[in-house]
Nanobody
């Protein structure tokens, strides 16, 4: 089992920044990749960003390219999401996801609210 705990969410004004963290624990030695998804009220969960274990491949959803940056410290089993130039449409619950041991694990989510 892998446990994921997100932190860093909150309320910010449009144009501001937040940094999310996701700490993994448990059977993390075979983590293949980690990433972030988000879900706004009434909408489907969407991909935000992903990173492989070596850190040399990162992926972003079209709506966040150029504004968000994912990074990881897999020695500490932690992944970060730096969010800049936030927009009201970025408001959502942000979930951390890990692919490890051939399984997919999710965190409980952290709320990000961007006011206009």
């Amino acid at each position: 089992q892998v446990q994921l705990v997100e932190s860093g969410g909150g309320l910010v004004q449009a144009g501001g920044s937040l940094r999310l963290s996701c700490a993994a624990s448990g059977r993390t030695f075979s983590t293949y990749a980690m990433g972030w998804f988000r879900q706004a009220p009434g909408k489907e969960r969407e991909f935000v960003a992903g990173i492989n274990r070596s850190g040399d491949n990162t992926y972003y959803g079209d709506s966040v390219k150029g504004r968000f940056t994912i990074s990881g410290d897999f020695a500490k089993n932690t992944v970060y999401l730096q969010m800049n130039a936030l927009k009201p449409e970025d408001t959502a619950v942000y979930y951390c996801r890990s692919i490890a041991n051939g399984l997919v694990y999710w965190g409980q989510g952290t709320q990000v609210t961007v006011s206009s």
